[in-house]
Structures are given as C-alpha cells and as structure tokens.
C-alpha cells in the first residue's frame, strides 16, 4: 500500500466549476501538507502549503487538512482553463530532518472552455 | 533564465551506455534533489544533498550515482543505462529553513533506454 493515494483522473470539468480534489495517507506523522501543480512539459510548481490541521485560502484555492481522517483536499472555484494541469499532493512528518516529501501520483484535471 | 536548469532535456540511449543528467541552480539553496517521476507512481527520490559533502541515497537509489560539484551543480549518473530507467528526471532545491516546504524544481530531462 503507498504512503499517499491519490486518484490519477482524469477530471473534466466546465469552465466556472468548482473542483475537489483529494488525497489520502496512512502516515499519521505527516505534519506539512502541500499541493503542486504541474503543468504539461514543466516541472511541479508549489500551489499551497498548510502545516498541521485546517483550512488555508489563497485566491481561488482553498487546502483543507484533516488528520483524523487522514485526508486532504484542494478545492478551485471558477475553473478556468488555465487551470488544466496536473495536481500533485505532497507531504512530510514535522520530525525529519532529511526533508523529504512523499508525493501523490498527481491527478490530471482538464478544465473545459 | 530559470533558476533550475536541467541539461540535457531530452535524451535517447541504448541500453548499457552511460548517462550523466546536470543540473545548475541559482537561487543559492543548499539543498538539492533528484526525482524521478513515472505515470501512476508519482515523484519519487533518488538522491538528496544538503551540501557538497553531504550526499544521502532516497528511496530508489540502485542503479544511479550522484555528484556535487559545487552548491549550484548536483549531476545524475546512470553507470549502465537499463530499460526500466526509462522516465522523467526531476531536479529540486531548496533552501535550509526547517519549515519551508517549497521544493524548486527544473523543467525535467526525459530519458528513453532502448
């Protein structure tokens, strides 16, 4: 069983939807949390970054935690579809001092004009 | 220019044949990695190094060997290219604070082993 699940999609959604994607760990030491983004040909680009449990909101992203759950979410409002890429969830214990991450597979959405 | 530049990014070999894959960075981290991503398994790490004298395997090291050559030049090495090494390669820095997260990383070398 992986570390970090993650649907791979693809998600087609409509222009001006709002998107939901997840993943889930079985790691309860996994303290930092962090969704990528990674567009076609490119390298993954950090999007959001939440520690411990909670919601954080940038914009039109929001990244909601809940480790009793062991489940994490990244919501879009208005999709647009510059949106279309690749969704990578990402995250790590608070005590380890190599820093490394364990990624999701990525979930691929298309956004649909 | 970008801050993590990966050489060469695209590249076909045979099986058996060495390859070397750079990367250079200017944002002055300490930290770099190499990641190889493969479709349904996601990014996983190879080798880590936090400097020049510091170099740790990650999760799937065999097969692969790194250098620092500096704090800006972290290099990929397959001795012996295989198939199944076939992918795309990832390198990421990141500076040393303890509670960043942010990995930076290049625009990738997609390798192909016939």
């Known amino acids: 069983q992986k570390e970090v699940e993650q649907d791979p999609g693809p998600l087609s959604v409509p222009e001006g939807a709002i998107v939901s994607l997840n993943c889930t760990y079985s790691?309860?030491?996994?303290?930092?949390f962090m969704w990528y983004r990674q567009y076609s040909r490119k390298g993954p680009e950090l999007l959001m970054y939440?520690?411990?449990?909670g919601n954080k909101e940038d914009g039109r992203f929001t990244a909601q935690v809940d480790k009793s759950s062991k489940y994490i979410s990244l919501f879009i409002r208005d999709s647009q579809p510059s949106d279309s890429a690749t969704y990578l969830c990402?995250?790590?214990?608070?005590?380890?001092?190599?820093?490394?991450?364990?990624f999701g597979s990525g979930t691929r959405l298309l956004v649909r004009p | 220019d970008a801050d993590v530049t990966q050489t060469p990014r695209n590249r076909i070999t045979k099986t058996g044949k060495r390859i070397m894959l750079e990367c250079s960075q200017t944002k002055g981290h300490d930290r770099m990695y190499w990641y190889r991503q493969d479709p349904g398994l996601g990014l996983r790490l190879i080798y880590y190094s936090f400097d020049v004298k510091d170099i740790n395997k990650g999760e799937i090291s065999d097969g692969y060997s790194v250098s620092r050559q500096a704090q800006a030049k972290f290099s990929l090495s397959l001795e012996s290219a295989i198939p199944n090494q076939t992918a795309l390669y990832f390198c990421a820095t990141r500076d040393g604070t303890p509670q960043a997260g942010e990995l930076f990383f290049g625009e990738g070398s997609r390798l192909t082993v016939l």
């Open positions: 990402a995250m790590r214990p608070r005590m380890d001092s190599s820093y490394k991450l364990i």
């Open positions: 939440t520690y411990s449990s």
């Open positions: 790691n309860s030491a996994f303290q930092y």
